[in-house]
């Protein structure tokens, strides 16, 4: 599928899509997100498979925005958190955040070296599965599982 195929493909569900979004939501803003990262998802996806060769291209758009919302709900941490109050500053002459980063380092430590890159990826620089496993060179799946191995790994060497 071309790109400008995709794009019309896509277009023509906006409409459908944004209504069945903002009901899911209750908020116009959130469901103009959610709709941005579905189409940035299957954009990637587009020349290798996906809408091409579905046979409901609207259910397929459909299953993934509301993939990445219940990503969204699950992972909620990855949120904007929005407020009116600043953070309260406090200064400890950086020994906390040396303390965070020594710990984190001796915790990756534990890691075998594609563990490591699948955790440092997605849960310190925020990316997603399929964005990690293309700076990987890996599918997502094995991200996936590289990731869990290595956050179980993690959390047992915290618990000794």
Request: aromatic share 4%; with cysteine; hydrophobic share 40%.
């Given at each position: 599928?071309?790109p400008k195929e995709?794009d019309a493909?896509?277009?023509?569900?906006?409409?459908?899509?944004?209504?069945r979004?903002v009901?899911?939501t209750g908020?116009?803003?959130?469901?103009?997100?959610?709709?941005?990262?579905?189409?940035?998802r299957l954009?990637?996806?587009?020349?290798?498979?996906?809408?091409?060769?579905?046979r409901?291209p609207?259910?397929?758009?459909?299953?993934v925005?509301?993939?990445?919302?219940?990503?969204s709900?699950?992972?909620s941490?990855r949120r904007e958190q929005?407020?009116d109050r600043?953070?309260?500053?406090g200064?400890?002459?950086?020994?906390?955040?040396?303390?965070?980063?020594?710990?984190?380092?001796?915790?990756l430590r534990?890691?075998s070296?594609?563990?490591a890159?699948?955790v440092i990826?997605v849960?310190?620089?925020?990316?997603?599965?399929?964005t990690a496993?293309?700076?990987?060179?890996?599918?997502?799946?094995?991200?996936?599982?590289?990731?869990?191995?290595g956050?179980?790994?993690m959390?047992?060497?915290?618990?000794?």
């Amino acid at each position: 599928m071309s790109p400008k195929e995709f794009d019309a493909s896509f277009i023509a569900d906006i409409p459908r899509l944004r209504r069945r979004l903002v009901a899911l939501t209750g908020n116009p803003h959130d469901a103009d997100d959610l709709l941005q990262e579905t189409y940035l998802r299957l954009s990637r996806r587009a020349h290798g498979r996906g809408l091409a060769r579905q046979r409901h291209p609207y259910a397929y758009t459909c299953a993934v925005a509301l993939n990445l919302l219940r990503d969204s709900w699950v992972h909620s941490s990855r949120r904007e958190q929005t407020t009116d109050r600043l953070p309260e500053a406090g200064w400890d002459g950086g020994m906390g955040s040396y303390e965070a980063a020594a710990t984190a380092l001796s915790l990756l430590r534990v890691l075998s070296e594609r563990e490591a890159a699948a955790v440092i990826l997605v849960d310190l620089e925020g990316l997603s599965h399929d964005t990690a496993g293309e700076r990987l060179g890996a599918h997502r799946g094995t991200v996936q599982r590289n990731r869990m191995r290595g956050l179980a790994k993690m959390r047992a060497a915290l618990g000794r």
